[in-house]
C-alpha cells in the first residue's frame, strides 16, 4: 500500500499547486521542461563529441524540446530517437500545456471583467442600484432629458453624463439589451456594469457610491411571501451608503429610493441622515389608478407628462434668475409654456402653491413649476412676442357634497399593489365606492394582505371573489358589463413582466369578447409591467398604464430635479389641486376661440387651462392635445371636454 500512498501524495501536492491560479500552473510547467530537459541530456551525454560537457547537453534538449526545427541536425540513431522524444515531448508540455494554460486564463481574466469586479473611478456620475424591469427606460429617460440634464451636470461641474449601474448579473446579454433600447442605443458608452447587490457594501464601494451626484434606488421584484422584500434591500442599501460615509468621513450623496410600502418612510429617513427623496412606488400608481377612475380618459394625460417622449413635461425653474416678478409676468413672457404654480421654501421642506395667482411674486429662493414641451422653451428668447397679460386671482377650493350613488369597480387579478389602491379608495371620503376583486389568491390571504396595510378597511365595501379571469365561463358569470370600471392588474407572481402582461392582454381581449354583446361599456384599465408591450394592443378601447415607465420617468426626474416629488404628490393626490375635464358649456366662450381666449375665461374662474381632450382620436389614437399653440382656433366640436387645473 506504501508505493499508491505516495503516488496518491504526490497528486494531493500536485493539484494543490494547480489549484492556485495561473502563476502557479506555469511554475510547475517550468518544473516539468526543466526534469524533461534534464533527462534527456543526460540520456545523449554517454555518446560524447558535442555533450562532453552534461550543461551542453542538456541545452541541447531544452532546445529540441522547445523548437522542433532542430529535429533534422541530429546525427546518430540514439541521438534522432532522443530528440523525436523531445520533440513530441515539447508539443504535449511546451506547446499544449502552456498554451492551455495562458488561454484559460485570459478567458477566466474576460470573464470577470465582464463581471464588473473592478471598482469605478468616477466622480459626480449617477449609480443605479438594481437591474429591475424599470431599469432600461429609466436610464432612457436620463439619457434623455437633455435640458435637465445640462443644468444637472453644471451644477456638479461635470463634464459629460456618466451612468453605473449595479447588476446582480452583469453581462454581455445586458450589454445587448441596452444597445438594443430604442432611448439608448450608442449611447450605452456612456452606461458602466457593475456586478453585486445594493445589500453588499463591497458592491456599493465598487459602484462608487460615495463620489456621485445622485444614487438612485429602484424597487426589485420578489416571489410573493418572501421574507426579504425590496424595501429590506433599499434600507440595507442606505445603512451601508451610511455606514462607509462615517468610516471614510465622506459627505452623503442624494439619493432617490424607491419603496413598495409608503409606511416605510420614517423608516427610510431614520436610516439615512443625508439628503433623500422617497417614491411610493405602489402609492403612485394606485393614485394615478383612482384619479383615472374619477376622470376617464385622465391616463392620456399621466401617458404624456409621465413618460418620455414627444409632448409636454412639468419642470421646474429656480427664481434666481426670475426674482421680482410675478407669474403673470413670467407667462407672458414664456408664449409656449404654461405656468403652474410656486414652490415655497419652508423650514420642512416646500410649501406647493399651484395655481397661485398670477401676481404673486417670485423670489429668488422659490422654484417656478412650469409644464413644457422642452427644457429650452422655459428659457427667456427675445425673438418670441409676449402675450397679453392673464389676470388670474386665487383659486377657490369647491368643497363637493358626497357622493351618494356607488362606482362599482371590477378588479382583475392580483399584486402586491391591491392594498394601497383599497387605501387610496378609502382617501376619498365623499365618494362611494364597491369593489369586487377576482382572483385565483385564496381570499383569507388576500383579506389578511389589506388588513396588514389599511386601518379600517371593512368602510369599503370590498368583496373577494375567487376564480380565474382567464376562463370565459367564469368572467361571464361575474357580470362585467354591470359594473362602471374594470381594471386589469399585471401579475406579480408570475417569472416575468412578459407573462404578466401577456395574461393580463388576453384576459382583455376575452374581456371585450364579452362587453360586445351588452349595449352599456365600463371603463377599462388596463395595467402593464413591460414597456415593450405598450403598442401590441394600440387602437383599442382600454386605458393603458405602464407602471415602470412611470416609475422611472418619476425617478430620474427627482434624481435630476428633487422639488419634482413634491409637486407630483400634490398633483396626484386627494385634497390638493387636480388637473381634470370640463365641458366648454361650463364656460363663456365664443363660438370660434383659441386657446389664448380659453385661458382667459377659465382663469376668470381661477382655474388654470391645461388643453383640449378631443371625443374623436386623431390618426394616431390620440385624443389629447395639451398645450397648444396660443394663436390657434380650438375648433370643439360636440364631445369634446377642456382639460383643465384647479382646486377640489
Known amino acids: 500500500m506504501l508505493p499508491f500512498r505516495l503516488i496518491d501524495r504526490a497528486k494531493f501536492v500536485l493539484e494543490r499547486q494547480l489549484v492556485k491560479g495561473a502563476g502557479f500552473q506555469l511554475l510547475v510547467v517550468g518544473i516539468f521542461i526543466g526534469l524533461i ?33 532542430y529535429l533534422g541536425d541530429d546525427v546518430g540513431t540514439w541521438q534522432r530517437f532522443v530528440s523525436t522524444l523531445l520533440t513530441i515531448s515539447g508539443y504535449v508540455v511546451f506547446m499544449g500545456t502552456l498554451v492551455a494554460i495562458l488561454t484559460r486564463w485570459l478567458i477566466a481574466k474576460m470573464a470577470d471583467l465582464e463581471r464588473g469586479l473592478t471598482p469605478v473611478t468616477l466622480k459626480n456620475h449617477v449609480v443605479v442600484l438594481g437591474w429591475t424591469s424599470q431599469t432600461l427606460p429609466l436610464l432612457s429617460e436620463l439619457l434623455g432629458s437633455s435640458g435637465r440634464m445640462r443644468r444637472f451636470l453644471e451644477k456638479h461641474d461635470a463634464q459629460k453624463l456618466n451612468l453605473v449601474v449595479l447588476s446582480e448579473g452583469a453581462s454581455a446579454a445586458q450589454v445587448h439589451e441596452l444597445r438594443s433600447e430604442p432611448g439608448i442605443g450608442r449611447r450605452a458608452r456612456q452606461i458602466i ?67 413598495q410600502d409608503v409606511r416605510k418612510l420614517p423608516v427610510i429617513e431614520r436610516a439615512y441622515p443625508g439628503a433623500v427623496e422617497v417614491v411610493a412606488g405602489d402609492a403612485t400608481i394606485s393614485r394615478l389608478m383612482v384619479q ?271 422639488e419634482l416629488r413634491v409637486v407630483l404628490d400634490e398633483l396626484f393626490t386627494v385634497g390638493g389641486a387636480e388637473i381634470q375635464f370640463r365641458d366648454p358649456a361650463d364656460y363663456p366662450l365664443p363660438a370660434s376661440a383659441t386657446f389664448q381666449v380659453l385661458e382667459k375665461a377659465v382663469a376668470a374662474e381661477g382655474e388654470l387651462a391645461l388643453g383640449v381632450f378631443r371625443n374623436t382620436a386623431n390618426d394616431r389614437g390620440r385624443h389629447l392635445q395639451l398645450n397648444p399653440p396660443r394663436k390657434d382656433y380650438l375648433e370643439l366640436q360636440p364631445g369634446d371636454r377642456l382639460v383643465v387645473m384647479s382646486l377640489t
Not at 551525454?45 to 529540441?64: H, K, M, N, T, Y
Not at 445589500?199 to 462608487?208: E, K, N, S
Not at 434600507?235 to 465622506?250: G, P, T
Not at 376622470?295 to 414627444?310: C, D, I, K, Q, R
Open 193 to 259: 456594469l457593475r456586478s453585486g447587490s445594493a445589500i453588499q457594501p463591497d458592491a456599493l464601494h465598487r459602484v462608487a457610491c460615495l463620489d456621485a451626484a445622485a444614487v438612485i434606488v429602484p424597487s426589485a421584484a420578489h416571489e410573493a411571501g418572501s421574507l426579504v422584500t425590496s424595501d429590506v434591500e433599499t434600507v440595507k442599501a442606505l445603512l451601508s451608503i451610511a455606514a462607509q460615509a462615517r468610516h471614510l468621513q465622506s459627505s452623503l450623496p442624494f439619493v432617490v429610493a424607491e419603496i
Open 292 to 562: 383615472n377612475i374619477l376622470h376617464p380618459g385622465l391616463s392620456e394625460v399621466f401617458n404624456e407628462l409621465l413618460t418620455a417622449g414627444e409632448g409636454n413635461e412639468i419642470y421646474i425653474r429656480g427664481g434666481e434668475s426670475l426674482g421680482g416678478m410675478t407669474l403673470g409676468e413670467l407667462a407672458a413672457a414664456r408664449p409656449e409654456v404654461i405656468v403652474l404654480g410656486l414652490l415655497k421654501h419652508r423650514d420642512a421642506g416646500w410649501d406647493v402653491q399651484l395655481l397661485a395667482p398670477s401676481n404673486s411674486r417670485i423670489e429668488p429662493a422659490d422654484r417656478v413649476v412650469i409644464m413644457a414641451r422642452d427644457y429650452s422653451e422655459t428659457e427667456p428668447d427675445p425673438k418670441k412676442a409676449l402675450l397679453p397679460a392673464l389676470e388670474r386671482g386665487q383659486a377657490v377650493r369647491v368643497d363637493r357634497p358626497a357622493d351618494q350613488v356607488n362606482h362599482r369597480v371590477l378588479v382583475l387579478g392580483w399584486n402586491r399593489r391591491v392594498p394601497s389602491l383599497i387605501a387610496e379608495f378609502l382617501s376619498y371620503g365623499h365618494r362611494h365606492f364597491e369593489v369586487d376583486l377576482v382572483s385565483v389568491v385564496p381570499k383569507a390571504e388576500r383579506e389578511q394582505a389589506i388588513a396588514q396595510y389599511v386601518e379600517n378597511a371593512d368602510r369599503l365595501a370590498c368583496r373577494h371573489i375567487e376564480a380565474d379571469y382567464m376562463v370565459e365561463g367564469e368572467l361571464r358569470r361575474i357580470g362585467p358589463a354591470g359594473y362602471d370600471t374594470v381594471i386589469l392588474l399585471s401579475s406579480d407572481r408570475l417569472a416575468s413582466g412578459e407573462e404578466a402582461d401577456a395574461r393580463a392582454m388576453v384576459g382583455y381581449l376575452q374581456l371585450e369578447d364579452i362587453l360586445a354583446d351588452f349595449a352599456r361599456r365600463p371603463q377599462l384599465i388596463m395595467e402593464l409591467s413591460d414597456p415593450d408591450n405598450r403598442h401590441l394592443l394600440e387602437g383599442h378601447q382600454s386605458e393603458m398604464m405602464i407602471s415602470p415607465m412611470i416609475l422611472s420617468h418619476v425617478l430620474a426626474q427627482v434624481a435630476l430635479r428633487r
Open 37 to 69: 530537459s534534464l533527462i534527456g541530456g543526460l540520456l545523449v551525454v554517454p555518446q560524447g563529441g558535442d555533450f562532453e560537457e552534461p550543461g551542453s547537453a542538456i541545452w541541447w534538449a531544452f532546445l529540441r524540446l522547445t523548437d522542433p526545427g
